[in-house]
């Protein structure tokens, strides 16, 4: 199975900041990975597909760049409503998808 | 607007059944592929089952197989996911996600808001 690994699995960081999240595969897996942001008590929403394609309605402030195993998202000027949980999961060995662990964006 | 409504949740005891609903609308149910992921508490997401558009494809997690069956009704536009030889470690929110593929990649592209099943004596 491959495994994915997010780092870090917590920050902080204030608005206007900008924040980058790591992702890691346990073996190549292309440009296959999503990312999803959850915030509490709520359904998962998908933010990039194919490792760097914005989907339709989140905003530019979001991208995510990489290939192969290593894989980022990044957030600039972070705004108040981005403050949430966020998810890699790679699509490469389909159908058994997994998720990374999921990293924490706090306010400081 | 794309909607998943799930249904079906509760408390069970170890070793019972559960059988979950999620009801499609909004998009050409038979035309996409569906999947369940759950949320233990305080834990990540853990992709669960799928089934492709038209029922005849079923896959399942290692951790689920041979007691989960998806499955799915395209007369109704609903997907399920019968759960029996429940166990603790099955506590969780459980979500029914939308499949969609798009620049080669599979992804969920819409998500219910979940269902919580709590396995407990």
């Known amino acids: 199975d491959i495994q994915m690994t997010q780092s870090p699995s917590s920050l902080s960081a204030s608005e206007g900041n900008r924040v980058t999240i790591t992702c890691r595969a346990s073996?190549?897996?292309?440009?296959?990975l999503n990312w999803y942001q959850q915030k509490p008590g709520k359904a998962p929403k998908l933010l990039i597909y194919?490792?760097?394609s914005l989907q339709g309605g989140v905003p530019p402030r979001f991208s995510g760049s990489g290939s192969g195993t290593d894989f980022t998202l990044s957030i600039t000027n972070l705004h108040r409503e981005d403050f949430a949980t966020y998810y890699c999961?790679?699509?490469?060995?389909?159908?058994?998808?997994?998720f990374g662990q999921g990293t924490k964006l706090e306010i400081k | 607007e794309v909607q998943l409504l799930e249904s079906g949740g509760g408390l069970v005891q170890p070793g019972g059944s559960l059988r979950l609903s999620c009801a499609a609308s909004?998009?050409?149910?038979?035309?996409?592929?569906m999947s369940w992921v759950r949320q233990a508490p305080g834990k990540g997401l853990e992709w669960v089952s799928g089934?492709?558009?038209?029922?005849?494809?079923?896959y399942y997690a290692d951790s689920v197989k041979g007691r989960f069956t998806i499955s799915r009704d395209n007369s109704k536009n609903t997907l399920y996911l019968q759960m029996n030889s429940l166990r603790a470690e099955d506590t969780a929110v459980y979500y029914c996600?939308?499949?969609?593929?798009?620049?080669?990649?599979?992804?969920?592209?819409?998500w219910g808001q979940g269902t919580l099943v709590t396995v407990s004596s």
């Open positions: 089934i492709n558009s038209g029922g005849g494809g079923t």
């Open positions: 909004g998009f050409t149910f038979s035309s996409y592929a």
């Open positions: 996600a939308k499949a969609s593929y798009s620049s080669g990649c599979h992804l969920f592209d819409y």
């Open positions: 999961q790679q699509s490469y060995s389909t159908p058994s998808y997994t």
């Open positions: 194919a490792a760097s």
């Open positions: 073996q190549s897996i292309g440009s296959y």
